[in-house]
């Protein structure tokens, strides 16, 4: 059974940061692209960034772009997304989902609210 389960959401201030985390199993996680893709209250699922399966590249959203960074760690099955200057239109659920364009597989979400 495919399961991705994200965490490090949380409530942050403009300017803050966060890490978040998607743990994955029961897949080879190594074999497979990657996304973050978040949805902010009443808009649609938006992808924010993308990795390829072995690391070498990665995708950004505009809006995102040097802002954020995104990683992975075959070895720990484990994929990241570090968020810098964040935005109050930042503020959304983000999903870890497999893939890089089409997401068939999501986690639960974990929340990030960044607020003063």
């Known amino acids: 059974e495919v399961q991705l389960v994200e965490s490090g959401g949380g409530l942050v201030q403009p300017g803050g940061s966060l890490r978040l985390s998607c743990a994955a199993s029961g897949f080879t996680f190594g074999s497979y692209d990657m996304s973050w893709v978040r949805q902010a209250p009443g808009k649609g699922p938006e992808r924010v960034s993308a990795?390829?399966?072995?690391?070498?590249?990665?995708y950004y959203a505009d809006s995102v772009k040097g802002r954020f960074a995104i990683s992975r760690d075959n070895a720990k099955n484990t994929l990241y997304l570090q968020m810098s200057s964040l935005k109050p239109e930042d503020t959304a659920v983000y999903y870890c989902?497999?893939?890089?364009?089409?997401?068939?597989?999501w986690g639960q979400g974990t929340q990030v609210t960044v607020s003063s």
């Open positions: 990795i390829l399966s072995g690391g070498g590249s990665t």
């Open positions: 989902a497999r893939g890089r364009d089409r997401w068939v597989y």
